[in-house]
């Protein structure tokens, strides 16, 4: 690690400083652990890839019968089940139901595409992918990524639910703009979609779980995941499109899928293995360029565009690409 480092306040309304300690939710940054999950799940001959979803969950339901049989865990965790991005996700944000239940109510959701054609980005088949996790290995999800990946990771302080903040100081704020005013909210509970987004992290320990990826699932000589299935998460599985805007502002760019849990592109010659999270008020970045072992993640506790910017100035910084 050549860098870990806090800029700025927790609260727009004191001056506590963030630092690399500070927690953050991760929203979507959880994705990969879940995916993880399944890749070590891989590992010891519990499930495969491609196994059914009705195999371990019966009472899984989509919009066609179809669908239904033939959706597989690979299927779950890249975004190609013909809903259209977000869809469903009014059944978890905010309400009362179980993770089942929202995964029940799913069923009733109406497509935009035919199935596994179409890039549509699904919270609700994350948190699917997260149930099956639970009732493979008879763990709530919460407990089985503090065990498998948070502690052999060294990730103290990281935890899958705001119920787990306690005490605790270090902790950063989400805000809005309102009225041209920066203002705290609150976090909101995320917990019965957790598989999908909510982990609370640092940079510190965010940057072991980058250091364990960049070298192939092996973390301090303890093999976490084996090569193949690392492998696995990081091959592109759905084609994404890049818009025109994007092809004039990223000409090297020429090709954007969504792996298992992360997004892969290319840039200035190099595969980048990358993923974002937003939550109310909240926007974070993991990247990484594998053949150059090079890792960062960006953490802000405000729905600002920054993350996206120092991306793309770090990328070029690293890989020797300014242009004045």
Request: aromatic content about 14%.
């Amino acid at each position: 690690v050549i860098m870990a480092k806090g800029f700025g306040t927790l609260r727009s309304d004191n001056d506590k400083k963030v630092d690399e300690n500070t927690l953050f939710g991760i929203a979507s940054n959880t994705k990969a652990f879940t995916s993880a999950g399944i890749a070590l799940l891989v590992d010891e001959g519990k499930l495969d890839w491609d196994d059914k979803v009705v195999k371990h969950l019966p009472y899984f339901e989509l919009y066609d019968p179809y669908v239904t049989e033939n959706m597989t865990i690979r299927d779950l965790l890249c975004h190609r089940s013909g809903l259209k991005t977000f869809s469903g996700d009014l059944l978890w944000y905010g309400t009362n139901y179980s993770r089942e239940e929202v995964v029940r109510k799913a069923s009733k959701l109406e497509p935009a595409y035919a199935f596994r054609t179409t890039f549509g980005y699904s919270n609700i088949s994350f948190l699917t992918a997260g149930l099956i996790i639970e009732q493979v290995t008879g763990k709530s999800y919460d407990e089985f990524i503090q065990e498998r990946f948070f502690k052999p990771l060294n990730m103290q302080r990281s935890n899958t639910s705001i119920t787990a903040f306690g005490e605790d100081k270090n902790i950063a704020s989400p805000h809005i703009y309102y009225n041209g005013n920066v203002m705290p909210i609150n976090y909101l509970n995320w917990d019965n979609v957790a598989p999908a987004g909510s982990i609370n992290s640092s940079i510190a320990d965010m940057l072991n779980w980058v250091k364990m990826h960049l070298n192939n699932g092996v973390y301090n000589q303890d093999t976490l995941i084996s090569g193949k299935s690392h492998n696995e998460m990081w091959k592109p599985q759905t084609i994404q499109e890049i818009s025109n805007w994007e092809q004039q502002m990223f000409p090297s760019t020429h090709f954007l899928t969504y792996a298992l849990g992360w997004e892969t592109f290319d840039y200035h010659g190099r595969k980048i293995v990358t993923h974002n999270g937003g939550l109310d008020g909240m926007i974070s970045q993991v990247i990484m360029v594998p053949e150059e072992k090079l890792g960062f993640v960006i953490f802000t506790n405000s729905a600002s565009s920054l993350t996206f910017v120092s991306m793309y100035y770090l990328l070029d910084m690293f890989l020797n690409e300014f242009h004045h």
